[in-house]
């Protein structure tokens, strides 16, 4: 089993920068991955690790989208269906609902423009 690799590793793996970097720009966009630390090596700045998110975190026994739709929400001014259904890969529809359903469970409002905002406690 391999564990948390530097990115001079990963790289190599690779074997080509750009298509390692859309990599991994989108398995850290969709948390599959994240910093598990640094390496220091004996020259030069220290290399960062990264690591599956699941070897790092509980990240439960499924996916749980009423649960992820809440986190984002709380993580934004105010949001959109669209934002939602990007980040996390969504159609629309399915991003709508949970957002619809965070507004009848009195978690979020509808803003006038129709986005959604975290209710205050």
Known sequence: MIGPL???ARR???GDRGRYDRAMS???GHLLVTSAGVKVRRIGWPATLVDLTCRLFDVGDGPDPAYAARRFLATQVVTT???LSRA???TTATAREHLDRLVAADVATRTADGGYRRREA
């Open 26 to 28: 989108a398995l850290q």
């Open 6 to 8: 530097p990115a001079a």
């Open 81 to 83: 269906v669209r934002e």
């Open 12 to 14: 190599e793996i690779v």
């Open 88 to 90: 996390y890969g969504w």
